[in-house]
DNA sequence: TTTAATTGTTAGGCTAGTCTAACTTTATTA
DNA sequence: TAATAAAGTTAGACTAGCCTAACAATTAAA
């Protein structure tokens, strides 16, 4: 049995070297800022996690999960955006709150708990934030996307994801948010200039361009992120 | 802001000093016992309880809760029920399984989460053991019981509850359990020499003679725990 | 009322997970 | 390629929560 902060290694893990620019191997540092530890307490635990043959490490070398290592954190990430599905669709919770929760009751254990919420709310694709979540096997299909910051100028767009993890981001997003409707909006690239509305699943949002990173689209016509054509035509 | 141990402690305080035989203090072995660790760690930790004001105690005295105490207790067994009763009503688990899951569900501390799924659930009154949930005040209104022991011979009574901590006996009656209706059933006390078939929440169980101080009921008629003459007319 | 049993306390030690400070290895750059 | 910067490791210390073993206080019984 893993414990809480044998979970957040590899869920940590899980993010920067599956779900970030996919790399696959980390150093000591880049994981120490991202838990918010120091890189001493990283090099412990980082043994810790190699005796139990989570990750491939050699002193001095990059870290890496092993397969077992990636298949305990993904389902640290299925349970977490399985219980923010849950905060947003049963408890009409906000996104920005939802992230917070999860993280404590991503670290509740039980396979059955987490498998009867995911056949209760009907087996979701995404979560809130618009972000897949792995199945049952630990296995994931992550769409391809891009940030609302590589929209050209008059390109229409739809906006299908926003960063989870951007505590800062999501709050703002939080404070000015305002219901308009039920589905997406499509926005245009001519009002980004310093502040600019967009939507996202029925919520109309207010962002300034130093946050256009966050944001992920797809085209608004032929919904792919990319070998998009309809603009050019 | 309280640790899962301290919110354990509380809530053990609350188990024998509220809920059982109406004592008001307990001895350091007793709440040793109960907690599943030895009376040295105890001693330790209720000098710490003192200090945070979340307790009464005197060297070599009895140990009490605070108004403090009572009410952080009484929220840990709010959220207990009510997560047993979201498990129960919504994800089909069986009552000998959710309050396992409920034991970690419990630290879950967000006051706003809590009282969502109150709502959620429509405010239910009691858990599917029959306790009594505590609201959002940590006041709860326990009503009379007696258990299936005190009922004499010929006379009629309806289960309204089970002791929600007797892991034993729970997956005992989860075991042999079979549903038959949705509502509970009136039955005899002649039926007690060795097995019994009682019903609760429209499931029939068998119990053994020596579980039914694990059983809670009122009279059939009057629904009246004590002060019942229904019997003697 | 003195002894024995029960109950509770203290001291010292263990582990997990964190830290700081000093040191070592690897990478960069002049 | 030698000096410097960056990255990583080790040693020693701290806290929470637990333990055992030895001791002290209280209660019960002879």
Known sequence: M?????ENYLKALVQLTVFEESYTEVGVNKLASTLEVKPATVSDMVRKLKEKLLVNYEKYG????????????MMVVRRHRLWETFLYKKLDFTWAEVHEL??????????????????????????????????A????????????????????CK??????NSTDFLQHVDKIGLKIRDDVTVIDRDDFDSLTTIG????????SLKFTDNIFVVCAQCLKAKDCNCHSL
Chains 1, 2 share one sequence.
């Open 2 to 6: 893993l414990s809480f902060t044998e």
């Open 62 to 73: 990059k870290i890496s999960l092993t397969e077992k290592g990636r298949v305990a954190g």
């Open 102 to 135: 999860a993280e404590d009751l991503e670290h509740i254990h039980s396979k059955k708990l987490i498998d009867r919420l995911d056949q209760f709310l009907e087996f979701p694709e995404f979560d809130p934030h618009g972000d897949a979540i792995p199945n």
């Open 137 to 156: 096997d630990g296995e994931i299909i992550i769409p391809f996307r891009k940030t609302l910051s590589e929209v050209g100028k008059g390109e229409k």
């Open 159 to 164: 906006v299908v994801a926003v960063k989870d």
């Open 200 to 207: 996202f699943n029925g919520v109309q949002i207010v962002v």
